[in-house]
């Protein structure tokens, strides 16, 4: 199957079992396209995801992680979801589509594991979590030199600001923020990419609660 039916394919299994599921609110073809295929591959401008081990964190339907792995075959896609049924419906999606570069761990972002820790080469996040938090979960499973892709929206600049002492405390540091425009509904989309500077600390990430009550 060409990249243009594995497209097509992911959409039609996302749309039928959103009939009895809420995987997505935008039902429309082009709408469809824009917002989730064209979205999720923007990073492809300005991220090398050539032969990467890559970590979808919340990956939810499996934007961004599944329409990079239609991209970039040589690559592996660890797709992370805490939802039960959503991961029902990545195993229906990775089955149906036979797609050998995808697996899912089905489990909350904090609970990493030692032989996960400092692992993956990139870290993708869609609309997620708030960049503070963000940070503190994705980048215990990043490698030294390893970079996150954090995909945000118009408030992006206001996230950055907050997360001074997250970046600082966790060794990493903006290098890059992707600017675009949506095609159709001229949207805007802002993507941080963050680059981890040294291992980072075993205590992190702490506890789901203690995160989103004090984050760094």
């Known amino acids: 199957m060409d990249n243009k039916g594995k497209f097509e394919t992911y959409k039609k299994i996302v749309l039928e079992v959103n009939k009895t599921m809420n995987l997505t609110a935008i039902k429309d073809d082009a709408s469809f396209d824009e917002k989730h295929f064209y979205d999720s591959l923007l990073p492809i401008e300005c991220v090398n995801f050539e032969n ?5 964190i919340g990956s939810g339907a499996g934007f961004p992680g599944i329409p990079l792995s239609f991209m970039f075959e040589n690559s592996s896609f660890t797709l992370l979801e805490t939802t039960n049924k959503k991961c029902e419906f990545l195993r229906k999606v990775i089955s149906e589509m036979n797609l050998k570069n995808c697996s899912i761990l089905e489990k909350r972002a904090e609970d990493i594991l030692d032989s996960e820790r400092e692992s993956f080469d990139i870290v993708v996040s869609r609309a997620v979590s708030d960049l503070p938090i963000l940070l503190e979960l994705a980048l215990p499973y990043l490698k030294v030199g390893g970079i996150l892709v954090a995909y945000k929206g118009g408030k992006y600049l206001d996230e950055i600001g907050r997360s001074k002492n997250a970046l600082k405390t966790l060794s990493s540091k903006v290098i890059d923020v992707q600017k675009r425009k949506l095609p159709i509904s001229n949207e805007d989309r802002f993507n941080i990419i963050i680059m981890k500077e ?19």
């Open 52 to 56: 990467k081990k890559v970590l979808d």
């Open 198 to 216: 040294k291992n980072t600390d075993k205590k992190f990430p702490r506890n789901f609660s203690q995160i989103k009550k004090r984050p760094l």
